[in-house]
């Protein structure tokens, strides 16, 4: 689908292109701008013959004045790149000279596109707060070292290619589970490269063309990609503070008759909630009533004994003719380099699940499974250790939003690595824009709901050294201030920054 023509998303583009500071405020921002939509024409993205937005609403979504979009629309009319006719708009009229070559095949946006960018692009003047990740823990310099002095000659004497997963990594997982509450059998585990590639598995062995898939509402934004990438429509249901609630969802299951439901039980993200082991209960009866099969996704499920009790994971409910998919990961545990993860399933779906996985890649990493299998009896005593700093950190971040941002509005997560907060009467993809320029980067609501019920809301991670915290917190405090004068909608003329 041609999205080119909705500000938003071509304010996503070319936003945090824009630059940040004295830089971007200059009086060149329209030749800027003009040059980050002239790199874009003619790639996916906009295409020959694909309308802009409006002058006035890209002013308003990238909180820039009308004039600056005006003049920079006037560049790119003299450049010969768009043309402007009266009752139609402004159009791509011809690809840019220079730039992306034909054989550069960008990928079109989707709603992870702001989340996953500065993965991409790497670090750089702007303090990002797209994704939570901490460094890897110390641990895994010992544990390598190790095994490459003992394990390793083994491991080499090995054809190497583990579509299931390494033997002894799959008994470390199966234990992992039972030791949880639930039980499990190495038969019953199928190993990933991370908690993302297991979702886009279930994705391509459940989701057909047209099929709806049942989510929390807000989720996290990744899965709109991986569903809408195999044609899956995605039907949202609210939480409350026991996880999804289950008379919406029983609702939207009699509407939409969705194949699979995706939750994040387990701290949920963005929001943090942990799901009751009565919801947990209901929801898996439920899903078990309406042959909907369940995807639960544990990648969080690690935290700080201290803290709240976790129950078993969802398939832990189940009825025993419920179909029940566990995901779960090392990654945001222990380090987001090792990319671990692995599903939890009945034996004739991990036979099928393998399946899927060595058409993908014929097995994970084995060194790295190797690595993983030594961690994983001790990821309790490892995640705590992490969980501690995260605390430290959580009330960090609080404290300082208090103090500098007053306004907004949030409620303390028993667990994930980030807060969800909503700016009061904001739209925050606004905001987003604004915080840009003053050096921060953040993930606006809608990436994680599109229906736009969370458009005023943002999610802010606190994975960040104490120094960091307090520069961004700052940071976003100046923009916040800005915005607040200028207003998201000014009249023609009239400067936002």
């Known amino acids: 689908m041609d999205r080119s023509g909705d500000p938003a998303v071509l304010a996503d583009l070319i936003g945090h292109r824009l630059g940040s500071g004295s830089a971007a405020r200059a009086g060149g921002l329209y030749r800027r701008l003009a040059d980050e939509i002239a790199a874009l024409i003619g790639s996916s993205e906009l295409p020959v013959g694909a309308r802009l937005p409006a002058e006035r609403r890209l002013a308003e979504s990238l909180a820039i004045s009308r004039s600056t979009v005006v003049a920079a629309y006037d560049e790119l009319r003299a450049r010969g790149l768009v043309e402007s006719r009266r009752g139609s708009g402004t159009t791509v009229a011809r690809a840019a000279s220079r730039g992306r070559s034909r054989a550069d095949k960008r990928m079109p946006a989707g709603y992870g596109e702001s989340l996953f960018h500065r993965i991409t692009v790497g670090p750089g003047e702007v303090i990002s707060l797209t994704y939570a990740v901490d460094p890897g823990l110390p641990e895994l310099s010992s544990e390598l070292i190790d095994l490459a002095s003992t394990d390793l000659p083994a491991l080499l004497g090995d054809v190497g290619y583990h579509p299931r997963g390494l033997p002894v990594l799959r008994e470390r997982i199966a234990e992992h589970f039972t030791e949880s509450g639930l039980p499990t059998s190495a038969d019953e585990i199928v190993v990933t490269t991370g908690a993302h590639q297991a979702i886009a598995l279930v ?24 569903f809408g990438a195999v044609g899956g429509r995605v039907v949202g249901v609210p939480l409350d503070d026991a996880g999804i609630r289950p008379d919406l969802l029983d609702a939207a299951c009699a509407e939409h ?8 039980p387990t701290f949920h993200n963005p929001t943090g909630r942990l799901m009751s082991a009565a919801r947990r209960r209901q929801v898996a009866e ?19 004994p201290a803290g709240p009790e976790i129950p078993p994971p969802l398939a832990a409910y189940a009825p025993d003719d419920a179909e029940v998919l566990t995901i779960g990961s090392v990654s945001k545990a222990v380090w987001g380099g090792l990319r671990i993860g692995w599903i939890r399933a009945s034996r004739p779906l991990a036979e099928r699940l393998a399946r899927h996985k060595a058409l993908a890649d014929l097995g994970s990493p084995v060194i790295d499974q190797a690595l993983t299998a030594r961690l994983l009896p001790r990821l309790g005593e490892l995640t705590a250790a992490r969980a501690r700093v995260a605390t430290v950190r959580k009330k960090l971040m609080g404290e300082l939003l208090t103090q500098r ?23 925050a993809r606004v905001f987003a824009q604004v915080a840009l320029r003053h050096g921060v980067e953040v993930v606006a609501g809608q990436a994680m709901d599109p229906s736009g019920a969370h458009n005023d809301y943002l999610r802010v991670p606190f994975a960040y050294s104490e120094e960091v915290l307090d520069d961004a917190v700052s940071r976003l405090a100046r923009a916040w201030h800005e915005l607040r004068r200028h207003g998201p909608g000014p009249g023609p003329g009239v400067p936002v920054v």
């Open 203 to 226: 994705t391509q062995m459940y989701l057909r063309n047209g099929a709806a898939v049942a989510i929390e509402q807000p989720s996290w934004p990744g899965c709109f990609d991986l």
């Open 257 to 264: 008759q969705p194949a699979m439901l995706f939750v994040m």
């Open 286 to 304: 439920l899903a078990a009533r309406r042959g909907v099969v369940v995807v639960e996704d544990n990648a969080y499920s690690a935290w700080d």
């Open 405 to 427: 941002l007053p306004e907004w509005e949030w409620s303390t997560p028993v667990g994930g690595s980030a807060l969800w907060i909503r700016l009061p009467g904001t739209d």
